[in-house]
């Protein structure tokens, strides 16, 4: 087990940038996850932690020490991937055991870690069969144990879950949480699926275009992002996004409209700002703002709206049974101390005083 510290990180592919300078210090036992869209970067910047992609430039350490030049078996790392290939021909304790064995470590030795590693994951019961005679997420399971029974100082995952279908990601999300609190092992998990991020790190780092756009725990990131990208990224449905000027009374939209956006907020008069509201926050009020009902979606347990006040299309989120039908005129207010505003050249989030001071 181990602390994790890299400081500006950078790697081109002959002459492409990829990875651009990123700051990451990691805790030893912390549960890190990187997250970002498809193609920035993530897989590249893992891949450098394991020693597997030449470092461009800056540093990594483990535990103290600067591995940029050791070779990934010396720096006492497992890497479990999206495409966890198992031995066909191998038993699940085969499969497992399979490291130890090349190490020549002695059987009794490998036969108690597998049978360890087997406990934790609740496959004792399924030691000797063969990959084939398995579920998809016993075997995600089992490559998780060829991991674990090499007792790394870093776990590595590159999209463990993409693979599996909707149901079972969202139990193996609890599975691997709750191995990371059994094992107190540092985790550095890689996903584009941002809800992954948010209900398994304990730290999240969003990346996009080979950058860090933040870095913070979960609700951290949810209640003050920093930027028009991580306030969009985070969160589902999205973030709704109204672009405007500030005036004395508001921010006002291209359509005329004065949004309430609260107060202590230092953005003058005539700067352009996006208003960011997140769907969840909005209620449906009929002295609120005139909106016209575009789109209307129960799930049972919630009711998603898509309704236009002017050209402003929002995404609202309701709890509660409504009979609101496309077409409807409904009137909609949210609680501007729970809305964001951000500049609208830079995209960062212009932070309220009261925010300041707490
Ligand atoms: P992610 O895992 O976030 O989807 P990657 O780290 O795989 O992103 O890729 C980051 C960028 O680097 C992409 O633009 C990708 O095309 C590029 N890239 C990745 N591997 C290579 C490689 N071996 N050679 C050249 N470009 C690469
Ligand atoms: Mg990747």
């Not at 094992?183 to 890689?190: A, D, F, K, Q």
Request: proline share 4%; net charge neutral; with cysteine.
């Amino acid at each position: 087990m181990a602390n994790l510290k890299i400081a500006n990180l950078r790697k081109a592919y002959g002459i492409h940038p990829v990875i651009h300078g990123v700051d990451i210090d990691i805790a030893h036992g912390e549960f890190v996850i990187l997250v970002g869209p498809s193609g920035c970067g993530k897989s590249t910047l893992l891949r450098m932690i394991a020693g597997l992609e030449t470092i461009t430039s800056g540093q990594i350490r483990i535990a103290d020490k600067i591995v940029n030049d050791i070779s990934p078996k010396e720096r006492d790392i497992a890497m479990v991937f999206q495409n966890y290939a198992l031995y066909p021909n191998m038993t699940v304790a085969q499969n497992m055991g399979f490291a130890l064995r090349l190490q020549k470590a002695p059987k009794a030795d490998i036969d108690q870690r597998v049978s360890n590693a087997a406990g934790i994951l609740g496959l004792e019961k399924l030691l000797d069969r063969y990959p084939r005679q398995l579920s998809g997420g016993q075997r995600q399971r089992v490559a998780m144990g060829r991991a674990i029974v090499r007792n790394p100082k870093v776990f590595l995952f590159d999209e463990p879950l993409s693979n599996l279908d909707a149901k079972l990601r969202v139990s193996m999300r609890s599975e691997i949480k709750a191995l990371h609190q059994r094992l107190g092992s540092t985790i550095v998990y890689v996903t584009h699926d941002q809800i992954e991020a948010m209900t398994m790190a304990d730290k999240i780092v969003v990346m996009h275009d080979g950058i860090v756009e933040q870095i913070g725990t979960p609700l951290d990131l949810y209640d003050n992002p920093a930027n028009l990208f991580v306030a969009g990224f985070i969160g589902s449905p999205s973030m709704n996004f109204i672009e405007g000027t500030m005036s004395v009374t508001g921010m006002k939209d291209e359509s005329g409209t004065i949004w309430n956006v609260g107060e202590g907020h230092r953005a003058s008069a005539g700067r352009p700002v996006t208003l960011g509201i997140r769907p969840e926050h909005i209620r449906i009020d009929p002295h609120g703002y005139k909106a016209r009902v575009y789109v209307v979606e129960s799930t049972g347990s919630e009711t998603q709206i898509i309704a236009d006040v002017g050209q402003a299309r929002l995404t609202c989120l309701i709890r509660d049974r409504v009979d609101i039908r496309v077409g409807d005129e409904i009137g909609i207010t949210f609680d501007p101390t729970l809305a964001h505003l951000f500049d609208r050249q830079s995209g960062d989030r212009i932070v309220r005083m009261d925010r300041l001071a707490a």
